[in-house]
């Protein structure tokens, strides 16, 4: 099983200032690898897939990089609205699909 | 537009049984593999199982095997899931969830539904 890790557990960021999350994977999923959003009480929302790729109507301050085994999610410009969990996932190799642990991004 | 649209809420017993619906539309079931993905309060994402989107066998993650049970009515386009043996640390939101325009990336999601195990 790939074990996903996110790091941090929580970020607070001020407000306009850029956040950068982490995501390492225990062995290379190439970059089969999303990023979903998770407001309060909300759905998950998928942000980026294929690592880098922004899904429709995601605004461009969100961006994923990385191949292999180490992924990141920078989130320019933070916005209020912004204020959520976020969960990389990998799906290079199946079953499991395999999420981390999550960032909970806070608005300083 | 594709919609997934799951049944309410469920309280159980320890030990009992629940089954969560989740209805396609805007797509046919056939055409989907549907996931279903769950969140114990004030926890993360963990998969639970599902079709597997090469060859729409079930796949279940190892920890659930002998317990959870998916199926399929392609009559009334909906989807289940069965997750029998129910303890307290079942209680989380249930969600199913499916890839419609990447490649096995989760971007259609139900509403979730809480299922409570409580004595």
């Known amino acids: 099983e790939i074990v996903m890790t996110q790091s941090p557990a929580t970020l607070s960021v001020s407000p306009g200032e850029t956040a950068t999350l982490s995501c390492r994977a225990s062995?290379?999923?190439?970059?089969?690898l999303a990023w979903y959003q998770q407001r309060p009480g909300q759905v998950p929302r998928l942000l980026i897939y294929g690592a880098s790729n922004r899904a429709p109507g995601v605004p461009a301050r969100f961006s994923g990089s990385g191949s292999g085994t180490d992924f990141s999610l920078t989130v320019s410009n933070l916005q209020s609205e912004d204020l959520a969990d976020y969960y990389c996932?990998?799906?290079?190799?199946?079953?499991?699909?395999?999420f981390g642990g999550g960032t909970k991004v806070e608005i300083k | 537009q594709v919609q997934l649209v799951q049944s309410g809420a469920e309280v159980k017993k320890p030990g009992a049984s629940v089954k969560v619906s989740c209805k396609v539309s805007?797509?046919?079931?056939?055409?989907?593999?549907i996931q279903w993905v769950r969140q114990a309060p004030g926890k993360g994402l963990e998969w639970v199982g599902g079709s597997d989107p090469e060859d729409d066998a079930p796949i279940t993650a190892q920890r659930f095997q002998g317990r959870v049970t998916m199926t399929e009515e392609t009559s009334t386009e909906t989807a289940f899931m069965e997750l029998g043996g129910l303890k307290s640390d079942d209680t989380a939101v249930y969600f199913c969830?499916?890839?419609?325009?990447?490649?096995?990336?989760?971007?259609?999601w139900g509403q979730g539904t809480m299922v409570i195990v409580s004595s």
């Open positions: 996932q990998q799906y290079n190799d199946w079953p499991p699909f395999t």
């Open positions: 805007g797509y046919t079931l056939t055409e989907l593999s």
């Open positions: 969830t499916t890839d419609v325009h990447y490649p096995v990336a989760f971007d259609i």
């Open positions: 062995q290379t999923v190439g970059t089969n």
